[in-house]
């Protein structure tokens, strides 16, 4: 088969994985090397693709042949979708053209399961260290690690990769166990732990001082997909907000469960609920930056986000008695809770008032949404008068979620 | 009204030398006109000697007026922005900082907001273009490659590129074209020269095809949000893109496609499908152990199968007992710790070290004992994104206590060390503090021998050193006594 089939095949099979990012690890340039490649640190995203998500590696499978049956995967066993099997050079020479052109940050290797679990490692580890040792590949690779590999091969993984992840697939072990019948949710939890420990214990400096082995600096990620069960926003949020605690997890991706080719018919299939999952982003932000619980950003008696308005505001418009806010007092915590200020913005705020009162003027110098934030705070020359008591608040505060639009040419 | 010329659009140096001469003549914003040009005469228009103040040489010298540091990086990163503006902009808000040197904390002044906006303008643009620069390879007589890129960026901002691309391409040899200035790097040295014209750049390359297939391939027709699309990658960027030919077709056929899966029957499959059996596992015991060991293997699996645990569903893992069976001592402790949970095993991470720390002292082998928690899970609370141990409640303890009474049987010690008063409330039925009852032997129902000590992970939690130092000494007297204790059982038995 030529390579721009096996391409097309194999980064088609790859596109359901919403993690992209090249971010979180150790600074480094080629400047005392043979090879190639460098991070900042922070990520570069090279392309967009018109479904709005960024291009920053070569995302592809090193194969889609796979010996399980997740329903949802259109790699499945039972799938009949074309297959193909990359050989390691040429994953390894992909990436170094895409790399030399400045078309990505790296790579991200993932695979269907063939033969076994250590097989497959083996080799999903083997292009790693082939970039890494045979051409001083220093730029970003994520590796898909397959639960339950042997420990040795995790070491490895953990030397070459950047970012391991192992996703997590459906929010509750049962739904993975009626979706995904082959997979074991103990046995991925389990991995995540001995990833965190590892991760952790390249950190410390041991005993003698030295350096431990490096092992995946920039730490470990997952991905949930959402909508294939039925399994409610509560529950997904308490989900994350466990795996964070337990795993110290970068990120948690949620993807929205998309029709694929060939699909199975024990699934939904309809369009994407995408905005629910941006609204999952949304409240996801705020368990990790904005000092929220997992509890209280549910607000719905269905136990599902307000797909009309974001996360924040559905809160504030539920805790209507906490405000408005005055700018120039209220700590930073209720700062961060008011709708429409951002963490910048907050901080912003906080510097600003401690030289001089901040006056409603001064908010349109801010670059926020006005609209937003003017119902829920006070200024030394603003009120926001009954506003807080309007029963049409909310109808004024939605935004209409930018529609699929196809007028752009 | 004075006129500075500047060297060129991104003379920081020079900025910053007619600004501060001009600051020490106290000569106002509104009277200084910035200019760039060629000119290498001089900086100003002036004669020299209206630079030196005269008439103020007496007072207070203004050059001791110290600038914040992030003002001169405001200014590094302003001054590459394109507006002919921020050269005013710049001394203005140097002008204000004298009178207000708290000025740059104010995002909500005018000039310090439009500032911020240039700078992150130019943060920008300098994004954008290590994103969207691409190569084109040429291949040289000798063989070797050159890659060449054509790039327009928006802001001064080539030079302020030059460190990330000869930091990634270090040992390749590359040229980056724009408009205004082009940057050269053979391996070892960068040069800049005049700037050029995109019909000067390569045409084309064999690889672009490749990149346009993975494009094509990674993008979900069943997910368009064109807006997202656009507002992270601006038309303004497609001229050079090689994918973005591509973005017409896509968005035009997404509908189709995406209405094609979902109505589409679902087919059979034609592969013969192998059912995948997962592999038996067994993690823990070696797989040739004697009876004991299949009677613990076995009570550790029915253990697992359970529903009865109320605590499994957010712990990692069951955190099973661990060590060989049978075993004169076993240790217990009341539940596993947040690292026990992730590795899986009991008495892991700082704790396990000084347990094995004071069982060596004890004159004890982590082999010669088995080591077991009541709770087989760790049982937590979330606090943002921290595991807080949560104190175990009776009907936890009755939960797990048959597991404890099974296992217990299996091993058969003849002591048990209980780890603090909750480990020894599950054998005897009452809390006893390790104040109260270390040092002592006591007698269980059954005739095993118990002595009641404090968790090393308690010890760990004392700030007080020599506190600390006593209570470790203690942990350790303890597990002599049970050592003692056990041998002497041994004897007994013969
Ligand atoms: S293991 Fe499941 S999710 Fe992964 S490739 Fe195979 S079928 Fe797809």
Redesign the interface.
């Known amino acids: 088969m030529e390579l721009k089939q096996k391409l097309e095949i194999l980064a088609d099979a790859a596109k359901y994985d919403a993690s992209c990012a090249s971010s979180g690890t150790d600074k480094r340039t080629s400047t005392n090397g043979k090879g190639i490649g460098s991070t900042t640190g922070m990520g570069i995203c090279h392309s967009y693709a018109p479904d709005g998500r960024c291009i920053s590696l070569l995302k592809i499978l090193l194969t889609n042949f796979c010996v399980y049956d997740c329903v949802y995967c259109v790699n499945r066993v039972s799938s009949n979708v074309p297959r193909a099997r990359f050989s390691v050079d040429e994953v390894v020479n992909l990436t170094l053209s895409f790399y030399r052109r400045n078309y990505i940050e790296g790579l991200f290797l993932s695979s269907g399961i063939i033969r076994n679990p250590d097989y497959t490692m083996e080799q999903v580890v083997e292009v790693a260290r082939v970039l890494r040792e045979v051409h001083d590949f220093r730029g970003y690779i994520h590796l898909k690690t397959i639960p339950d590999a042997s420990p040795e091969l995790m070491v490895r993984a953990g030397l070459y990769a950047d970012r391991l992840s192992i996703n997590v697939e459906l929010p509750t072990i049962a739904s993975l166990q009626s979706l995904a019948p082959e997979k074991d949710g103990k046995a991925i939890r389990r991995s995540m732990g001995q990833l965190r420990l590892k991760i952790e214990e390249s950190k410390e400096k041991t005993l003698t001082g030295k350096r431990p082995p490096r092992f995946s600096p920039g730490g470990q990620s997952t991905q949930m997909i959402v909508g294939a069960d039925s399994t409610d926003d509560r529950a997904i949020l308490d989900t994350s907000a466990n795996l964070y605690g337990a795993f110290r997890l970068r990120r948690v991706y949620y993807s929205a469960f998309s029709p694929i080719p060939d699909a199975s018919n024990m699934l939904p299939l309809k369009a994407p609920p995408l905005v629910r999952e941006h609204r999952l982003y949304q409240a996801d932000w705020l368990l990790r930056f904005y000092g929220f619980d997992a509890e209280e950003i549910i607000t719905g008696q269905d136990g599902m986000l307000d797909l009309d308005v974001d996360p924040k505001t559905a809160w504030a418009l539920q805790h209507r008695e906490q405000f408005p806010v005055d700018l120039n007092r209220a700590p930073k915590a209720m700062l961060l809770r008011v709708p429409g200020l951002g963490v910048t913005s907050v901080a912003r705020i906080l510097a600003a008032r401690k030289v001089r009162a901040i006056r409603y003027d001064d908010l349109t110098r801010l670059r926020l949404s006005l609209k937003k934030v003017l119902p829920f705070v006070v200024l030394p020359d603003y009120h926001p008068g009954r506003s807080l008591d309007d029963n049409h608040l909310k109808q004024r505060l939605q935004q209409p979620v930018p529609s699929q639009q196809f007028a752009l040419f | 009204m004075q006129t500075v010329r500047l060297a060129s659009d991104t003379d920081i140096e020079g900025w910053r030398n007619a600004a501060r001469t001009l600051l020490l003549q106290e000569i106002a914003p509104e009277h200084i006109q910035w200019r760039v040009g060629q000119q290498t005469y001089g900086l100003f228009d002036l004669p020299e000697d209206e630079l030196i103040p005269s008439q103020r040489a007496n007072q207070r010298p203004t050059t001791q007026f110290k600038v914040p540091r992030e003002f001169i990086e405001l200014c590094r990163q302003v001054i590459l922005h394109s507006d002919p503006s921020r050269f005013t902009l710049l001394y203005r808000l140097l002008w204000r900082l004298k009178a207000q040197p708290?000025?740059l904390?104010?995002?909500?002044?005018?000039d310090v907001?439009k500032a911020q906006?240039m700078v992150k303008a130019v943060r920008r643009d300098l994004?954008k273009m290590?994103?969207?620069?691409?190569?084109?390879?040429i291949e040289m007589e000798n063989g070797e490659s050159e890659?060449v890129?054509w790039f327009e960026p928006s802001h001064h901002i080539v030079e302020a590129s030059a460190p990330?691309f000869?930091?990634?391409?270090?040992?390749?040899r590359w040229s980056i074209l724009t408009p205004e200035i082009c940057m050269h790097w053979d391996g070892h040295t960068l040069n800049y020269t005049a700037g050029a014209s995109k019909s000067e750049a390569p045409s084309e390359?064999a690889?672009?095809?490749?990149?346009r297939?993975?494009?094509?391939?990674?993008?979900?027709?069943?997910?368009?949000?064109?807006?997202?699309?656009?507002a992270?990658?601006p038309k303004k960027y497609w001229r050079n893109?090689p994918?973005a030919p591509l973005?017409?077709e896509?968005?035009a056929d997404?509908?189709p496609r995406?209405h094609g899966?979902?109505v589409?029957?679902?087919?059979e499959?034609?592969?013969k499908?192998?059912k995948?059996v997962?592999?038996e596992e067994s993690r823990r015991l070696p797989a040739d152990a004697g009876d004991v060991m299949t009677a613990l293997r076995e009570l550790n699996d029915t253990m697992l199968s359970s529903a009865d645990f109320p605590l499994s569903g957010?712990a990692?893992?069951a955190v099973l007992g661990q060590g060989v069976a049978p075993a004169t001592i076993l240790l217990l402790g009341e539940q596993p710790q947040e690292?026990d949970?992730?590795?899986?095993q009991p008495f892991t991470g700082q704790a396990g070290t000084l347990l094995d720390q004071a069982l060596n002292a004890a004159g004890i082998g982590r082999s010669d004992v088995y080591a077991t928690n009541v709770l087989k899970h760790y049982k937590y609370k979330?606090q943002?994104?921290?595991?807080i141990p949560l104190a175990l409640e009776d009907r936890d303890i009755q939960t797990y206590l048959p597991w404890l009474r099974a296992e217990i049987e299996v091993v058969q010690p003849s002591v048990i060390v209980a780890f603090g008063p909750i480990a020894a409330r599950a054998l005897t039925g009452k809390g006893m503090e390790s104040e109260a009852h270390g040092g002592k032997l006591l007698t269980l129902p059954d005739d095993r021998q118990l002595v009641v000590t404090i968790h090393p992970a308690l010890i760990l939690s004392i700030r007080d050193q020599a506190t600390k130092q006593l209570r470790s000494e203690q942990l350790v007297k303890d597990l002599a006594l049970a050592a003692k204790a056990a041998m002497q059982r041994a004897l007994e038995k013969g």
């Open positions: 708290k000025l904390q104010l995002s909500v002044d005018p907001a906006a994004h290590k994103a969207f620069v691409r190569f084109r390879e890659f890129a990330f000869t930091g990634r391409f270090t040992n390749m390359d690889g672009e095809e490749l990149w297939s993975y494009y094509r391939s990674i993008f979900n027709p069943a997910r368009l949000k064109v807006s997202a699309m656009l992270q990658m893109l994918e973005i017409a896509l968005i997404s509908s995406m899966m979902i589409a029957p679902p087919t499959p034609q592969r499908i192998v995948y997962t592999k957010h990692t893992q690292q949970d992730l590795a899986g979330l943002g994104r921290r595991r």
